[in-house]
């Protein structure tokens, strides 16, 4: 555990690599280390262009440009960009092929022999992803990664961001335990990612083979992998690649010294660099949104049911201080879970108590500048209740609206929509979504605990580097920072 007593000093004159460097919680990360450690040697951010000068572009309008680095633009000043064109590389790749298809052979030697420190928060996390990307970046895309960090000859230490919820939907206490390569949750034999690519490979040329539109080949690839995650016990395309890259860092690692870091869903930054900040519809905001524009009129969940979100700020910090405790350790498993569920839940009730108490002290406007009135919704606790909800709402006569069938309704005004379309849109979504609105696990942190006391007693700087989620006071976290976040970040 050398220099584990101070993660900026471990931070110091060190060359770290990120990978998905333009997503939500890879800008949290980088923004952090160039604030608490401006003497980093360099960091190398790995993003998806064609050329230097396309990765150029995206690391100023994707990255820089945000809110999120405006303490560290008034730290610099005028110094702002010098200093970041000192500390800050762009690497135009793709993680998805091999070597991460990079073009500049003089690049890929300095990254091999300069590279000390690779964190891999490339990932596509819809739930319904096509299947032939999700496997290329969530599964595949880990093979090219510790490929790549087996040829760098200075690494120091390996973080892969996976997700907690790679559980599936198993409920109970859930352990920092590792996924054994080709053993699925159902029991199911048979699970092989190379065959899972060959099944892709055989979808894609049969669409060719029949024309297939693109739209066509588009929804032919979401429903494969829903069908294939859930063959094998896991609820969503997401979680089902994301569980078979975990695989391979167990089958692949050999010496390299590695941490997964499994996150719950995570929420708008708690205290660093301020209070707030967020970027796009994040899981459990979706239902915030919906509920502030005065568009969510029922709730699907078990309304006493723990959900586990964790602050991004907290995610970092308990990435950077796994990432310094276990450089140059290559022991077997070093997997954290970094949630709420256990330390300091919070449930569906709290969440409703919140939205509504906010939104009717501080509602939002319309359109038209007027105040959006919310009330209190319906709380539909299993599917039945879901499935008569909706067909009282949609599939019965409604004020305004003139029954044709049991497909078309139009307005009186001549406008017609497709109801049957609309409800097949909702099923779907009420299908991804199911299993963790009625989720019943609990994510185990022992190992993280252990982490957070050994951190405390070597002098880590844990106010830099908190990630106790019992700090955390959800009411306070809920009314004056997360939801004024999404207020301020999200609604359009």
């Known amino acids: 555990m050398e220099h584990?007593?101070?993660?900026?000093?471990?931070?110091?004159?060190?060359?770290?690599?990120?990978?998905?460097?333009?997503?939500?919680?890879?800008?949290?990360?980088?923004?952090?280390?160039?604030?608490?450690?401006?003497?980093?040697?360099?960091?190398?951010?790995?993003?998806?262009?064609?050329?230097?000068?396309?990765a150029t572009k995206r690391l100023h309008n994707e990255i820089l440009k945000k809110?999120?680095?405006?303490?560290?633009?008034?730290?610099?000043?005028?110094?702002f960009n010098s200093f970041i064109s000192e500390k800050v590389t762009v690497v135009p790749g793709d993680i998805s092929q091999e070597e991460f298809n990079l073009k500049d052979?003089?690049?890929?030697?300095?990254?091999?022999?300069?590279?000390?420190?690779?964190?891999?928060?490339?990932?596509?996390?819809?739930?319904?992803?096509?299947?032939?990307?999700?496997?290329?970046?969530?599964?595949?895309?880990?093979?090219?990664?510790?490929?790549?960090?087996?040829?760098?000859?200075?690494?120091?230490v390996l973080v892969h961001v996976s997700t907690a919820y790679v559980c599936g939907e198993k409920g109970g206490l859930i352990t920092e335990e590792p996924y054994k390569m080709g053993v699925s949750l159902n029991?199911?034999?048979?699970?092989?990612?190379?065959?899972?690519?060959?099944?892709?490979?055989?979808?894609?040329?049969?669409?060719?083979?029949?024309?297939?539109?693109?739209?066509?080949?588009?929804?032919?690839?979401?429903?494969?992998?829903?069908k294939r995650a859930k063959m094998y016990g896991w609820p969503n395309t997401y979680v089902f690649t994301k569980a078979m890259g975990e695989m391979l860092v167990g089958t692949m690692k050999e010496n390299l010294p590695i941490v997964i870091v499994r996150p719950t869903m995570i929420t708008s930054t708690y205290k660093e660099p301020f209070p707030g900040w967020v970027e796009g519809v994040r899981t459990i905001d979706s239902i915030i949104v919906a509920y502030g524009k005065g568009k969510l009129t029922?709730?699907?969940?078990?309304?006493?049911?723990?959900?586990?979100?964790?602050?991004?700020?907290?995610?970092?910090?308990?990435?950077?201080v796994a990432m310094a405790k276990h450089a140059n350790q290559s022991i077997d498993d070093n997997i954290y879970?970094?949630?709420?569920?256990?330390?300091n839940p919070v449930r569906y009730r709290n969440l409703k108590d919140y939205t509504f108490r906010y939104f009717t002290a501080k509602p939002c406007l319309d359109k038209e500048g007027k105040l959006i009135k919310v009330g209190t919704v319906t709380v539909l606790e299993n599917m039945n209740s879901f499935q008569r909800y909706m067909f009282i709402r949609y599939m019965l006569p409604l004020k305004g609206l003139e029954l044709v069938n049991t497909t078309f309704c139009h307005f009186f005004d001549g406008t017609y929509f497709d109801i049957n379309k609309k409800v097949q849109t909702v099923m779907r979504l009420v299908d991804l979504y199911k299993p963790y609105l009625f989720f019943d696990g609990l994510f185990d942190n022992t190992n993280a605990e252990k982490m957070q006391k050994e951190a405390r007693q070597s002098g880590v700087e844990m106010d830099l580097f908190y990630f106790d989620p019992k700090m955390i006071d959800w009411e306070d976290y809920f009314m004056n920072v997360h939801i004024p976040g999404i207020v301020k970040y999200c609604f359009k």
């Open 298 to 320: 029922c709730f699907l969940a078990d309304i006493e049911a723990v959900f586990d979100v964790i602050p991004a700020d907290i995610v970092v910090n308990a990435m950077m």
């Open 67 to 79: 809110n999120l680095f405006k303490l560290l633009k008034e730290n610099h000043g005028e110094k």
């Open 4 to 54: 584990f007593g101070s993660i900026t000093q471990f931070l110091e004159d060190k060359n770290v690599l990120v990978l998905g460097a333009a997503g939500f919680l890879a800008k949290i990360f980088v923004e952090k280390i160039l604030r608490v450690q401006p003497n980093v040697k360099k960091v190398y951010l790995l993003l998806r262009a064609a050329d230097a000068d396309s």
């Open 105 to 156: 052979s003089n690049l890929v030697k300095e990254l091999y022999n300069e590279t000390n420190v690779i964190v891999n928060l490339a990932a596509t996390t819809n739930f319904d992803e096509r299947y032939d990307a999700a496997l290329d970046l969530n599964t595949f895309g880990v093979k090219h990664v510790l490929n790549f960090a087996k040829n760098c000859i200075n690494l120091r």
């Open 187 to 226: 029991g199911v034999t048979g699970l092989d990612i190379n065959v899972e690519k060959k099944v892709v490979e055989e979808k894609l040329k049969m669409l060719q083979q029949k024309g297939a539109s693109d739209n066509d080949v588009k929804f032919a690839m979401k429903d494969l992998g829903i």
């Open 337 to 343: 879970h970094v949630g709420s569920s256990v330390g």
